[in-house]
């Protein structure tokens, strides 16, 4: 072959090779935009459910009864549902989980209940029968994991605990904790002490949730601070940081801590939303979190549909071997998150840690579906690490 010849081609094959770089960097561009916007939608939402939260608790509250109870119950589980799929957006250096962040605040577990209220066996346990405790926001951020890490006073889950109250310690019943609306009741004709600090305890932890999400609602919105330093960093760390935040929560957080390790200890303090049985939707919409991103597309509750730019996308791009690959390894863990048995603190008591059932089944491949995402890191000549920070 000709010298000439040899080079038109070595030509080609370069030409070809920084046409597809240029295309993947700009659908790389673009992804940052999807990713942004999604964002904000799933934060906008997980507020408005919130805030519709604290109206309910507000209404029962002021008027206690096992009607009102039951509504700020379902309103406690329908806020759930998209704050459950912003987790995908943690470990990933953004807003809700730096220095000041406030995911420690929001969604931190497990709590010991005996921090917060009575627990069976302790009838004066806990800030809301120290009557020498002036009950505030401030003070409860304060008390915060204040002497421990299950000292938990604030969050969505202090809030299902004073909903809901301490799960059957038989999960063999399925069924959860059984909290009377008369814990609530002021007139004197109510059950256990301290009603009334109890209704201002629940109403603190509420205003608390509603700030801080409005806070990430105000630092992601298109002016916001942090959205505004987002799309100005190079695309290379942004990219960086999102798979590294899917690929932590996908293996280390959820398919681990959240899973494995309740699996392990054959414990329902170790599960999620153990008082109100709901750890299930817990991990479907945690899993669901990592699937927008990789889809580049979140449906609010309302229906609407914010997409754009995928990592599916760009991953098409560069290694359509990968893509499908990891396309069915999201099928794959769909249908395993799906399949676990409800209420989970009574599936977790039914199989073997490390075996075949379906909890197992999940955390297995969780765990590898990290993986593949740190290699989908590598082949954007990315470093992704997803293990849990220190």
């Known amino acids: 072959m000709k010298i000439s010849r040899i080079i038109f081609i070595l030509s080609a094959v370069l030409l070809l090779a920084a046409c597809k770089k240029k295309k993947i960097n700009t659908l790389e561009s673009e992804f940052k935009e999807t990713y942004a916007s999604i964002v904000y939608a799933n934060y906008q ?47 990933s250096g953004g807003p809700i989980d730096d220095a000041d962040g406030p995911e420690g605040a929001l ?78 009741i002021t007139d004197g ?104 991103i990789y889809n580049g597309s979140y449906t609010s509750t309302t229906g609407a549909t914010t997409s754009g730019t995928s990592l599916s996308d760009i991953l098409e791009k560069s290694d359509k071997k990968l893509n499908e690959e990891l396309q069915e390894l999201f099928a794959t863990c769909n249908t395993n998150v799906n399949a676990i048995p409800v209420p989970f603190d009574f599936a977790l008591t039914q199989e073997t840690p490390g075996g075949s059932g379906p909890i197992n089944t999940t955390v297995t491949n969780l765990r590898a579906l990290g993986d593949k995402i740190a290699e989908a890191g590598s082949s954007l000549d990315l470093t992704i690490n997803t293990a849990l920070p220190e």
Request: net charge negative; aromatic share 10%; glycine share 8%.
């Open 107 to 184: 969604n931190a577990w497990p709590l010991d209940e005996g921090y917060v209220d009575y627990i069976e066996g302790a009838d004066a346990s806990g800030i809301i029968n120290d009557t020498d405790i002036i009950i505030t926001k401030e003070l409860l951020i304060s008390l915060n994991e204040e002497g421990g890490e299950k000292n938990i006073s604030i969050g969505y889950h202090a809030i299902e605990f004073l909903l809901w109250g301490q799960d059957d310690a038989n999960t063999a019943l399925k069924t959860p904790g059984n909290r009377p609306y008369t814990d609530y």
């Open 45 to 91: 939402d997980a507020y408005t459910k919130t805030v519709e939260l604290q109206t309910a608790l507000t209404t029962f509250v002021s008027a206690p009864s096992d009607a009102n109870l039951t509504a700020a119950k379902n309103a406690w589980l329908a806020a759930r549902e998209p704050y459950g799929q912003s987790e995908a957006f943690r470990f």
């Open 189 to 292: 004709t109510g059950t256990a002490e301290n009603q009334a600090r109890r209704g201002q305890y629940l109403l603190a932890c509420a205003d608390i949730l509603v700030d801080d999400l409005n806070s990430m609602v105000n630092e992601w919105k298109e002016s916001g601070a942090y959205r505004t330093a987002f799309m100005a960093e190079d695309d290379d760390v942004s990219m960086g940081n999102i798979l590294t935040g899917m690929g932590v929560l996908g293996k280390s957080e959820l398919a681990g801590e959240r899973i494995f390790t309740a699996l392990d200890n054959q414990d329902q303090e170790d599960e999620h939303s153990c008082f109100s049985d709901n750890t299930h939707r817990d991990i479907i919409t945690n899993f669901k979190g990592i699937q927008n």
